[in-house]
């Protein structure tokens, strides 16, 4: 799946959570897909969680 597609999957998803479940649902879909992706990024290891934390916590720079 390219980024364009990606993309649009992610635009439409959206779109229908809002027209359905309003603003406060089009919010909680969008955290909830945000949350998902952070994951799938961990899992895969492209995103290593200690190095993340250093960086939150201020003790490395990114």
């Known amino acids: 799946?390219?980024?364009t597609l990606a993309g649009v999957?992610?635009?439409a998803?959206?779109?229908i959570s809002?027209?359905?479940f309003g603003f406060w649902g089009f919010l909680l879909v969008a955290l909830?897909?945000?949350i998902g992706a952070l994951v799938g990024?961990?899992?895969s290891g492209k995103?290593?969680?200690r190095d993340?934390?250093?960086a939150l916590s201020g003790r490395k720079t990114s």
């Open 52 to 54: 993340l934390a250093g």
């Open 41 to 43: 990024r961990i899992v």
């Open 32 to 34: 909830f897909m945000g």
């Open 9 to 11: 999957a992610i635009g």
């Open 13 to 15: 998803v959206l779109a």
């Open 47 to 49: 995103l290593d969680v």
């Open 18 to 20: 809002a027209l359905v």
């Open 1 to 3: 799946m390219n980024a």
